[in-house]
């Protein structure tokens, strides 16, 4: 299979200013986001279209998941989430005061986790979001990526990975050296 060559969005849909973060749970649907508004482009059967905007306080969004075409959540560019749930997105909900959000995975409804620009990771258990806290001390993490509520795996700015298996993150190991 070959990736198909670029194709510019009807202009009927208007454009993201800065596409940051796209989540494709299906073939036939996927949500991007923008890193300089709170604008969304959703992707059903075989077109793009307006998905508004996300009631954000802050501006730009750092990152989007979803599990299914009924559930995801973003994380802005500073410190608060958002769910979809296939119609609308909820409120601002601050789960980083401190921090700032990087990156969210969701491999269900029931279950993310995001990471900040710093040590901290952030669940959301289908209800909620629990309190920062501190798996990777000294450094920054970059990014996560949950493939179950049971396994996830972080990565920092020095190379290394912590894995998640349900209930708590591993010591930092050096995957990059």
């Known amino acids: 299979t070959k990736w198909s060559q670029p194709a510019g969005l009807p202009s009927s849909v208007g454009e993201l200013g800065e596409p940051d973060s796209v989540s494709c749970p299906t073939v036939r649907f996927c949500m991007a986001v923008d890193a300089r ?8 059967s075989s077109r793009w279209s307006s998905g508004g905007t996300i009631p954000s306080t802050q501006t730009g969004m750092a990152s989007v998941s979803c599990s299914s075409p009924s559930f995801c959540a973003a994380v802005s560019n500073g410190s608060d989430a958002f769910t979809f749930n296939g119609t609308s997105w909820s409120p601002a909900t601050a789960i980083d005061p ?37 798996i990777d001390p000294g450094t920054y993490l970059q990014a996560v990526s949950c493939a179950s509520a049971s396994f996830c795996v972080a990565i920092d700015r020095k190379g290394n990975a912590l894995t998640f298996n349900g209930s708590t993150w591993s010591a930092p190991v050096n995957a990059d050296p």
């Open 37 to 44: 508004d709170s604008a969304t482009l959703v992707f059903k």
């Open 98 to 134: 401190a921090g700032q959000l990087s990156t969210v995975s969701c491999p269900s409804a029931r279950f993310c986790a995001a990471v900040d620009y710093g040590p901290n990771v952030v669940t959301f258990n289908g209800t909620s979001w629990s309190k920062p806290s501190a």
